[in-house]
T-cell receptor, first 111, second 114 residues
Framework: QKEVEQDPGPLSVPEGAIVSLNCTYS??????FMWYRQYSRKGPELLMY????GNKEDGRFTAQVDKSSKYISLFIRDSQPSDSATYLC???????????FGKGTLLTVNP | AAGVIQSPRHLIKEKRETATLKCYPI?????VYWYQQGPGQDPQFLIS???????DKGSIPDRFSAQQFSDYHSELNMSSLELGDSALYFC?????????????FGPGTRLTVL
């Protein structure tokens, strides 16, 4: 079993929809939770970072972490075609800060 | 703002050849991470360096080696290449290794082994 599980999709939504992306994890040592966006053939770009449990909002993006359930979410409001990309959850913790990624969810927002 | 630079961007090699990938971190960043992303896969951590010393090692084959130089750039050396080494190799840099700091990713080097 992978340490981080993420439904790879693909997920297709109409423009303006609310998108919900989720990951579950098994390693209790994870304390830092990130969401990266990756366009095709590009490097991952950090969207949101959350430490421990809680919510964080940045514009149209909201990240939620529930450590008791080992479950994290990313919500995208008023989705735009430019949001079409692969969204990767990533986590780190313990004595180093290497990232453990989920498989990524391919999102397409249709105009 | 300056970003992480990786070279070359694309590399084609034959089986059993060697390859060297280079990473130039963001200025003043002292930590470098290498990740391998196979087709349709999530990035897998290979190795990291902090202040020119190896700080952690992941699923890096013995055929691979890496180092960080005095100017903080890093090189990933890959020998006896196999077909399965074909992947996108990312370098990320951050400031400091002993607390969380955002890892900034480079554009990646796409290695194709024929």
């Amino acid at each position: 079993q992978k340490e981080v599980e993420q439904d790879p999709g693909p997920l297709s939504v109409p423009e303006g929809a609310i998108v919900s992306l989720n990951c579950t994890y098994s390693n209790s040592a994870f304390q830092y939770f990130m969401w990266y966006r990756q366009y095709s053939r590009k490097g991952p770009e950090l969207l949101m970072y959350t430490y421990s449990s809680g919510n964080k909002e940045d514009g149209r993006f909201t990240a939620q972490v529930d450590k008791s359930s080992k479950y994290i979410s990313l919500f995208i409001r008023d989705s735009q075609p430019s949001d079409s990309a692969t969204y990767l959850c990533a986590m780190s913790g313990g004595s180093n800060y290497k990232l453990t990624f989920g498989k990524g969810t391919l999102l397409t927002v249709n105009p | 703002a300056a970003g992480v630079i990786q070279s070359p961007r694309h590399l084609i090699k034959e089986k059993r050849e060697t390859a060297t990938l280079k990473c130039y971190p963001i200025p003043r960043h002292d930590t470098v991470y290498w990740y391998q992303q196979g087709p349709g896969q999530d990035p897998q951590f290979l190795i990291s360096f902090y202040e020119k010393m190896q700080s952690d090692k992941g699923s890096i084959p013995d055929r691979f080696s890496a180092q960080q130089f005095s100017d903080y750039h890093s090189e990933l050396n890959m020998s006896s290449l196999e077909l399965g080494d074909s992947a996108l190799y990312f370098c990320a840099s951050s400031l400091g290794s002993f607390r969380y700091n955002e890892q900034f990713f480079g554009p990646g080097t796409r290695l194709t082994v024929l």
